[in-house]
């Protein structure tokens, strides 16, 4: 559980996008995660003095309340389910969280917690509940190239449909970045939206950083949410006739073999591999 470089980086950017981190709870007691040495760079470039640097990360101690407080914390809650890192609170997230803790902080963190909890609809629905109104979420988490990091690696279609204003919230940013210093950042486009699957293969780790906003306190996940496509039917044809074949029997599985070299070439030629760059849209430095 923790901030990598790049996730570090997003973090300070969304000071200039009204998040506000005066109350936080985090999932997961945070660790800055990574080379102090490009830790030391990035703070530097966003205007840290070597002072301010060394209450903020050191080679002995890597937790990640000094710099939540440089971003402007007051308070900060830890949540695990154990305190072999020194939570503040210890609570197991598959449960209910108790009702003194529901709207009451500004922002709530989760990087790489999440994914490792059995009852991610409950664990879930206690972030949300949380947070008060006007306040936000950020989530870290796994989308691709994590087959057994967790229980589970996500989708953005995932997250669309929670955060949706059914529930009280929405999506404000969606990124799509890689763990490492000089990722390329992506915004994530909603598959609702564009009324298509927004889905990639690629070679690389890949995590998705997303912010969602508290716009009114509703019944969170009254109603389970479902994939927009199916819940839609944007690709229902209806017609259920099967075309007649007019080329020739072997053009068919050739082609077939072509268009699977091709994705497969394309899968590690590329950062967001078989993506659609319509749906995966490169933010400049």
């Given at each position: 559980?923790?901030?990598?470089?790049?996730?570090?980086?997003?973090?300070?950017?969304t000071?200039?996008?009204?998040?506000?981190?005066?109350?936080?709870?985090?999932?997961?007691?945070?660790?800055?995660?990574?080379?102090?040495?490009?830790?030391?760079?990035?703070?530097?470039?966003?205007?840290?003095?070597?002072?301010?640097?060394?209450?903020?990360?050191?080679?002995?101690?890597?937790?990640?309340?000094?710099?939540?407080?440089?971003?402007?914390?007051?308070?900060?809650?830890?949540?695990?389910?154990?305190?072999?890192e020194?939570?503040?609170?210890?609570?197991?997230?598959?449960?209910?969280?108790?009702?003194?803790?529901?709207?009451?902080?500004?922002?709530?963190?989760?990087?790489?917690?999440?994914?490792?909890?059995?009852?991610?609809?409950?664990?879930?629905?206690?972030?949300?509940?949380m947070?008060?109104?006007?306040?936000?979420?950020?989530?870290?988490?796994?989308?691709?190239?994590?087959?057994?990091?967790?229980?589970?690696?996500?989708?953005?279609?995932?997250?669309?449909?929670?955060?949706?204003?059914?529930?009280?919230?929405?999506?404000?940013?969606?990124?799509?970045?890689?763990?490492?210093a000089?990722?390329?950042?992506?915004?994530?486009?909603?598959?609702?939206?564009?009324?298509?699957?927004?889905?990639?293969?690629?070679?690389?780790?890949?995590?998705?950083?997303?912010?969602?906003?508290?716009?009114k306190?509703?019944d969170?996940?009254?109603?389970?949410?479902?994939?927009?496509?199916?819940?839609?039917?944007?690709?229902?044809?209806?017609?259920?006739?099967?075309?007649?074949?007019?080329?020739?029997?072997?053009?068919?599985?050739?082609?077939?073999?072509?268009?699977?070299?091709?994705?497969?070439?394309?899968?590690?030629?590329?950062p967001?591999?078989?993506?659609?760059?319509?749906?995966?849209?490169?933010?400049?430095?």
């Amino acid at each position: 559980m923790g901030f990598n470089i790049k996730t570090t980086e997003l973090l300070l950017q969304t000071k200039k996008l009204d998040v506000n981190f005066s109350i936080v709870a985090t999932i997961g007691r945070q660790t800055l995660n990574g080379s102090y040495v490009e830790f030391e760079k990035i703070f530097k470039r966003y205007g840290y003095s070597n002072e301010e640097i060394g209450h903020l990360i050191s080679r002995e101690n890597r937790y990640s309340e000094q710099f939540l407080m440089s971003l402007g914390a007051d308070s900060i809650e830890t949540f695990d389910a154990s305190n072999y890192e020194g939570a503040s609170q210890i609570w197991d997230m598959n449960l209910p969280v108790p009702n003194d803790q529901k709207e009451k902080y500004s922002l709530v963190i989760d990087s790489g917690s999440l994914e490792h909890i059995f009852n991610f609809p409950q664990a879930i629905k206690n972030c949300m509940e949380m947070i008060v109104e006007g306040g936000h979420m950020i989530g870290v988490t796994p989308s691709n190239n994590f087959l057994g990091h967790g229980f589970y690696q996500f989708s953005p279609e995932l997250f669309y449909r929670v955060f949706s204003l059914e529930n009280g919230f929405e999506i404000e940013k969606m990124w799509l970045f890689f763990p490492r210093a000089d990722s390329p950042v992506y915004e994530v486009s909603d598959p609702a939206k564009v009324k298509s699957r927004v889905s990639l293969a690629n070679s690389e780790e890949t995590f998705l950083f997303y912010i969602a906003r508290r716009t009114k306190v509703v019944d969170v996940l009254a109603k389970a949410p479902q994939q927009s496509d199916y819940e839609h039917m944007v690709w229902k044809n209806g017609s259920g006739t099967k075309k007649k074949q007019v080329l020739p029997s072997f053009i068919i599985p050739l082609g077939l073999f072509i268009l699977k070299k091709l994705k497969r070439f394309k899968s590690i030629s590329s950062p967001i591999g078989t993506g659609n760059k319509n749906f995966f849209k490169k933010l400049e430095p």
